[in-house]
Every structure is written in C-alpha cells, then in structure tokens.
C-alpha cells in the first residue's frame, strides 16, 4: 500500500525557515517524480515544486523559486522541502503527492500524503 | 502561466442527478488536463487524466471530454460519494490548477 507521510509543518516567523519532510513507502520510491502541492486555508490547490525520481531535475513555481529547495534521499524514502525567508502567504497546508507513472514525469499526482500545516505569522 | 477557469463555482444538485462541469484554459493546453476531487479535511484524489482517460479505480460514472482550452468533466448520475470539491489541473506548460467547482447537495 502507498503510504506519503509529511512531517516538519508549524508556525514560523516571517523571514524564517522550515524543512519538510514526506517519508514514502509500498512503492520504488526512487523510480517516481514526486511534487510538492500547497492550499491555503479555504482556498484551492497551487503547485509548489517537482523533482525528478534521480533527484536529478528540479522545478518550482514563480511564487517559491529563489526560497524553496526541493530535494529527495532514496536511501531514505524520503522527499524534503526547504524553505526560507518564509512570507504571510506561504501559510498553507503542504501536500507531497507521487507521479502516476513510473520513470518519466507525468505530472500527474496519483498518491498524495495528508499534509502539513505551514502557518507563517509573527 | 496558463490560468484556468472553472464554472460554475458551486453546483447544487441532488443524487441521481447528472453534473456538468467546465474548466477554460486562457491558452491551449492540448489534451494535458486533468481532474482532481477533493473531499474536507482530504487529499485531492486523481480522477481523470489526460481529458478522458479514467485513472485507476475510478468508477465508469466519471468522464471527461474536451481540447484545447475548453473541457468538461461529467458524473453521470450522483452519488452520495460524490459531492465535493472538483479541481481541473492542467500539465502542459508548468502546472496550474483551477479554483474548484463545488457540488454540493440541493
């Protein structure tokens, strides 16, 4: 059974950092692009940051490019998301989602994790 | 960046009944759309990829159509299962979500 299981979220500062982490298992981890998708409260879904199953290849968004650093262990299962320098509109829930096919990135997102809450406030 | 519009932005209907949903694209995004539900307090769960094509275990009542800029995505007749919240996404430049249709129950 997929299983993506986030961690890492809180409340944080403007101008602070976070890292998080979203520990996978019940598939080769290493052979899937994995993503990063975000919702604000009430809102709807933005794309944050994708990387490539060798870790190889990375990509963002406008809104996070410069701040955000996507990266992955595959020794680890594991995929994380730093970010600094963290704005008011950076709060959202964080959601690590899987790719829908193996080797080539689709961008389709077929497992995702339940999230974490990342709230950005002084 | 490709921005995607959907409409209506809550549709009110009963179970039984058959639900029509659209999504625009300000730029032709081919064949590269997909649709997402998303039920409270979860995660969006892949319905349909690439316009048409059912991902896995979605059931026959979900179908999408469309090209271009302009798709549909319909449930044939309502289950209780299915009131939620449905997001269009598409692929082909970057990646962009719709804000969410609404269909809740009348």
């Known amino acids: 059974e997929v299983q993506l299981l986030e961690s890492g979220g809180g409340l944080v500062q403007p101008g602070g950092s976070l890292r998080l982490s979203c520990a996978a298992s019940g598939f080769t981890f290493s052979s899937y692009a994995m993503s990063w998708v975000r919702q604000a409260p009430g809102k709807g879904l933005e794309w944050v940051s994708a990387i490539s199953g060798s870790g190889g290849s990375t990509y963002y968004a406008d809104s996070v490019k410069g701040r955000f650093t996507i990266s992955r262990d595959n020794s680890k299962n594991t995929l994380y998301l730093q970010m600094n320098s963290l704005r008011a509109e950076d709060t959202a829930v964080y959601y690590c989602?899987?790719?829908?096919?193996?080797?080539?990135?689709?961008?389709?997102?077929?497992?995702w994790g339940q999230g974490t809450l990342v709230t950005v406030s002084s | 960046e490709i921005v995607l519009t959907q409409s209506p932005a809550t549709l009110s209907l009963s179970p039984g009944e058959r639900a029509t949903l659209s999504c625009r694209a300000s730029q032709s995004v081919s064949s590269y759309l997909a649709w997402y539900q998303q039920k409270p307090g979860q995660a969006p769960r892949l319905l349909i990829y690439?316009?048409?094509n059912r991902a896995t275990g979605i059931p026959a009542r979900f179908s999408g159509s469309g090209s271009g800029t302009d798709f549909t995505l319909t449930i044939s007749s309502l289950e209780p299962e299915d009131f939620a919240v449905y997001y269009c996404?598409?692929?082909?430049?970057?990646?962009?979500f719709g804000p969410g249709t609404k269909v809740d129950i009348k």
């Open positions: 996404q598409q692929r082909s430049n970057s990646i962009t």
């Open positions: 989602a899987k790719d829908y096919v193996d080797i080539v990135a689709t961008n389709l997102f077929d497992y």
């Open positions: 690439d316009a048409s």
